[in-house]
Nanobody
Framework: QVQLVESGGGLVQAGGSLRLSCAASGIIFSVDVIVTWYRQAPGKQHELVASIISGGTTNYADSVKGRFTISRDNAKNTVYLQMNSLKPEDTAVYYC?????????WGQGTQVTVSS
């Protein structure tokens, strides 16, 4: 059974930093796995934040480029999202999604709140 556990969310002032973690179990992390961070703010649609594929290629939403960095540690089956220079508009629930072939798994989400 695949499980994803996100952590690292919290309350931070604008300009601050947080690092989110997405720890996976029950899946071979290093083989053909795409990991994506999404976020959803109240009243808004799901938004892709960043993704990383097995080879290390990354992709970012324009709104977070230069501020967020996604990385993965295959030995720990964990993906990280380093978030710097946070803005109030980054406030949302952040979700981790893993896609392996036709299978898709979601984490439970972690709240990030940025105060102005």
């Amino acid at each position: 059974q695949v499980q994803l556990v996100e952590s690292g969310g919290g309350l931070v002032q604008a300009g601050g930093s947080l690092r989110l973690s997405c720890a996976a179990s029950g899946i071979i992390f290093s083989v053909d796995v795409i990991v994506t961070w999404y976020r959803q703010a109240p009243g808004k649609q799901h938004e892709l934040v960043a993704s990383i594929i097995s080879g290390g290629t990354t992709n970012y939403a324009d709104s977070v480029k230069g501020r967020f960095t996604i990385s993965r540690d295959n030995a720990k089956n964990t993906v990280y999202l380093q978030m710097n220079s946070l803005k109030p508009e980054d406030t949302a629930v952040y979700y981790c999604k893993i896609q392996s072939g036709i299978y898709v798994y979601w984490g439970q989400g972690t709240q990030v709140t940025v105060s102005s």
